[in-house]
């Protein structure tokens, strides 16, 4: 009687197929979202608004610019001090 070989040719080409296939789609997946974080710094300006300590005597206001930035600084002018 002949004895049955667990590891032939066929099995690990179609295994090394497979292992091929699934890291194809991770390195596609990790590129996606690369692609994505970039397209979303490309939109100029991304600005945002936020309050800090609503009601309290450390109210903050702030305007923030999260896309690509082309200025340095500003100075803003509000009930005659300069912030």
């Known amino acids: 009687m002949t004895k049955k070989r667990l590891w032939n040719a066929d099995k690990i080409v179609s295994i090394s197929a497979i292992m091929i296939s699934v890291m194809t789609l991770a390195v596609s ?29 450390n109210y903050k206001y702030t305007l923030r610019n999260n896309g690509i930035c082309f200025y340095r600084g500003s100075v803003y002018h509000a009930q005659g001090e300069t912030v």
């Open 29 to 57: 997946w990790y590129q996606t979202a690369i692609i994505r974080q970039q397209q979303r710094l490309s939109v100029l300006p991304y600005l945002s608004f936020q309050n800090y300590g609503t009601g309290g005597a």
